[in-house]
């Protein structure tokens, strides 16, 4: 319990790095996924691109 005490003075930065970390992560790997998904889709629909 040596912690606590800075715990509980600096419990909001910690927090609002968390949520805000959290939340770009998931905007990130949205964007990510979406735009990997068009590129398979474009892939896919191309003729010239099959073997």
Do not use: F
């Amino acid at each position: 319990m040596v912690h606590l005490p800075r715990l509980a003075d600096e419990w909001i930065p910690i927090t609002a790095g968390v949520v805000v970390s959290t939340l770009l992560t998931i905007v990130v790997t949205g964007v990510l996924m979406q735009a990997l998904l068009r590129r398979s889709a474009a892939r896919s629909s191309d003729p010239a691109s099959e073997d």
